[in-house]
C-alpha cells in the first residue's frame, strides 16, 4: 500500500501555513491601522499649515488681489510670510489659484505661489521659480474630478478646510488641503492650497510594514521551531510508539501466532492526558483482541461442529421428504414433481406424497411457524403423524383432526402448522381436501389456464384441542393438473417491499399452462427469482404439481 504523508510533515506544513496566514493577517491589519493613522495625521497637519497659511494671506486682504487680478506692493511681502511657511513646514507646495470662470473647469491659473530658501538658491532667476497672478496652470496639473472639487467649493463659497487626494501626471499623487480666499465684500475669489506627497507618506508606512512582516516572520520560524520540537516530543513520539506497537502486534496476528501469546509492547507514554488515555485504549483494544481471538478460536470450533450437525439435519430431512423422481416409474396415469427450498439450513415447510391404495393419491402440503431447527423438528413430526393416519384409511378431515389434537398435547412454545391434504381416486377424478388455514390450492382443467380453487380455511393445526375440520371435493379431468405451495411464494419480497402476491403465480403457471410439473415449478421458481432480485429469503419456498395424463 502506499505510504500517506506522514504526521511531522502534515504538522509542519500545517504550522508553517497557519502562522503565515497569521503574519499576513498581522500585517495586513498592521498597514490598514497604520496607513488610516498617518493618513489622519497628515491630515491634521495639512490642514494645520493650511489654516496658518489662510490667516497669512487674509492679513494681506489677498482675496482682494485676486479678484483684482492685481499683485500691490503687499503681494510680494505675502509671498515672502508664505515661503518662511513653506520653509518651515514638511509640505511640496503652497500656492493659490482661480478660475476665470467658475461655470467651467478650464482657465484656471495661479495666483501666487511659495518656495523655500533651498529652491531659491537654485541659481535659477525667480521668474522661473516664482508663478505669478494670471499664470495659467499646466494642462494635466489635475484630474477632472478634482478640479470639479475645486470649482465647486468656490462657486459655493465653501468656508471650512477640505482636503483630497488626486493625482496627476505633472505631480503624481498627492494629498490636496484647499481653503476658498474671498474678497473684502465677501464673494468667493480663489483658493489657497498645500500638498504633500502621497508617495512619500506612503514610503513611511511601507517601511513600517517591512520592519512588521521581518519581525513577524523571525518571530514565526523561532514559534514554529518551538512548535514542532514540543510536537515531536509530546505528540509526534508517542503517536509513533503507539503505532509501532500496535504494528508489532499486528504482525503477530498476521504471522500466525496463537492468541494466548500474543503480546502487546507497552508504548511508554509519560505524559498525561488524551495521549495517555489513547495508549491505556490501545492497550485494552489488544488485550480485548487476544481475548476475542480466544473466545473466537472456541466458538469457531463449536460453529464447525454445529454447522455439521446441521447439514446433517438438513440432509435427513431432505432425505424424508420424497425427492427421487419419477417417484412413480410404475404408473403411466399421473407425473408428480416437487420441491422444498429453506430459508435456512433447514426449514419448516414440507410436503408428501404417497399411495394409500392403487387407485388413491393422497398429497400433503405444510408450512410449520417460525424458521431453523424446532420447526423443523415440528415438520418431521408432522409429516410422521399425518402419513401414518392417512395410510390407515382415515378421510383428509379425520387425519387433521386426530392430528390436531397430537400436536395440541406438550405444545408449550405454542408452534402451529397450516396443511392442505387431499386424496385423489385415480379411477375418477375425484379429489376429497381439508384445509387446515393454508393456501388455496391452484387448479388447471384440461385446455384451460391455472385459477385459485377457494375452499374454506379450516383453524391451523396445534391451536386448539378438539377441532373440527370441514372436507370439500373437486374433480380433475384427464391431463388437469393440480399445483400446491406454500405461502413463501405469494409472500416473496423484492427491495421495493413488495410481494410477489398470487397473480404473479398464475402469469408463471399459465406462461407455459400445459408444461410437466417439473418445468411449472421451475417457471415458477424463476419468476420468483427475477421479482426477488437481490433482497433476502426470509421464507421456505415449496411447490408440488401433480399431473393426470389423458391416457
Not at 494681506?60 to 510670510?81: H, T
Not at 419448516?348 to 423443523?376: E, T
Not at 383432526?401 to 381416486?425: A, K, P, S
Not at 421451475?522 to 421479482?531: L, T
Request: charged residues 25%; contains cysteine; aromatic residues 10%.
Amino acid at each position: 500500500m502506499k505510504k500517506g504523508t506522514s504526521i511531522k510533515v502534515k504538522t509542519a506544513i500545517t504550522t508553517v501555513v497557519f502562522m503565515g496566514i497569521l503574519t499576513a493577517a498581522i500585517a495586513v491589519i498592521g498597514y490598514k491601522l497604520y496607513h488610516d493613522s498617518v493618513m489622519e495625521r497628515y491630515v491634521d497637519y495639512t490642514e494645520t499649515v493650511l489654516e496658518y497659511s489662510y490667516r497669512t494671506a487674509e492679513k494681506y486682504s489677498f482675496g482682494d488681489m485676486i479678484a483684482q487680478r492685481s499683485m500691490p506692493e503687499d503681494y510680494e511681502k505675502l509671498r515672502a510670510d508664505l515661503n518662511e511657511i513653506k520653509d518651515s513646514s514638511d509640505i511640496e507646495y503652497l500656492y493659490a489659484m482661480y478660475f476665470e470662470d467658475t461655470d467651467r473647469l478650464d482657465g484656471l491659473c495661479y495666483a501666487i505661489n511659495a518656495k523655500t530658501r533651498e529652491e531659491l538658491n537654485s541659481g535659477k532667476p525667480l521668474s522661473e521659480i516664482y508663478t505669478y497672478m494670471g499664470a495659467p496652470v499646466e494642462e494635466g496639473a489635475f484630474e477632472e474630478e478634482t478640479l470639479e472639487i475645486l470649482r465647486r467649493a468656490v462657486a459655493d463659497g465653501k468656508r471650512e478646510n477640505g482636503t483630497l487626494e488626486g493625482y496627476s501626471e505633472w505631480y503624481g499623487h498627492m494629498l490636496n488641503g484647499y481653503r476658498v480666499m474671498f474678497d473684502s465684500s465677501g464673494k468667493p475669489a480663489g483658493l489657497i492650497c498645500v500638498e504633500i506627497d502621497i508617495n512619500r507618506i506612503n514610503s513611511g508606512v511601507h517601511r513600517y510594514i517591512r520592519m512588521v512582516i521581518l519581525t513577524a516572520s523571525v518571530l514565526t520560524a523561532l514559534i514554529v521551531i518551538i512548535y514542532l520540537l514540543n510536537t515531536r516530543r509530546y505528540l509526534i513520539g508517542p503517536v509513533e510508539r503507539i503505532a509501532e506497537s500496535s504494528d508489532q502486534f499486528v504482525r503477530q496476528m498476521q504471522s500466525g501466532t496463537e492468541p494466548e501469546k500474543l503480546v502487546f509492547k507497552d508504548p511508554e507514554v509519560k505524559s498525561k492526558g488524551e495521549l495517555k488515555l489513547l495508549a491505556d485504549n490501545v492497550r485494552s483494544l489488544a488485550e480485548g483482541v487476544s481475548s476475542y481471538m480466544i473466545n473466537l478460536k472456541t466458538v469457531t470450533a463449536e460453529r464447525e461442529r454445529i454447522g455439521t450437525e446441521l447439514e446433517l439435519a438438513r440432509k435427513i430431512q431432505a432425505d424424508m421428504l420424497p425427492n427421487i423422481f419419477p417417484a412413480f416409474p410404475g404408473r403411466s396415469d399421473f407425473d408428480i414433481y416437487a420441491t422444498m427450498t429453506p430459508a435456512k439450513e433447514v426449514g419448516g415447510d414440507f410436503y408428501d406424497f404417497f399411495l394409500i391404495d392403487d387407485d388413491h393419491l393422497c398429497m400433503v402440503m405444510g408450512d410449520v411457524s417460525g424458521k431453523g431447527v424446532p420447526a423443523a423438528l415440528y415438520m418431521m413430526m408432522s409429516k410422521i403423524i399425518i402419513n401414518n393416519f392417512a395410510v390407515q384409511g382415515n378421510s383428509p378431515a379425520r387425519v387433521l383432526e386426530l392430528t390436531n389434537d397430537l400436536i395440541c398435547q406438550n405444545n408449550d412454545d405454542e408452534v402451529f402448522v397450516t396443511l392442505w391434504i387431499g386424496v385423489l381416486e385415480m379411477s375418477t377424478g375425484r379429489v376429497v381436501s381439508a384445509n387446515a388455514g393454508h393456501e388455496y390450492p391452484v387448479l388447471r382443467n384440461a385446455g384451460g389456464e391455472f385459477e385459485l380453487l377457494k375452499t374454506r380455511h379450516d383453524f391451523v393445526l396445534g391451536g386448539l384441542e378438539g377441532m373440527t375440520y370441514q372436507e370439500h371435493e373437486f374433480k380433475l379431468e384427464k391431463g388437469a393438473a393440480l399445483f400446491l405451495y406454500t405461502d413463501g411464494i405469494p409472500e416473496a419480497i423484492n427491495v421495493k417491499d413488495e410481494a410477489f402476491g398470487t397473480g404473479r403465480l398464475l402469469e408463471a403457471l399459465n406462461s407455459n399452462a400445459s408444461a410437466d410439473p417439473r418445468t411449472l415449478i421451475a417457471n415458477v421458481k424463476k419468476a420468483v427469482d427475477d421479482f426477488v432480485g437481490d433482497a433476502e429469503q426470509f421464507d421456505d419456498m415449496t411447490m408440488l404439481v401433480m399431473k393426470l395424463f389423458d391416457n
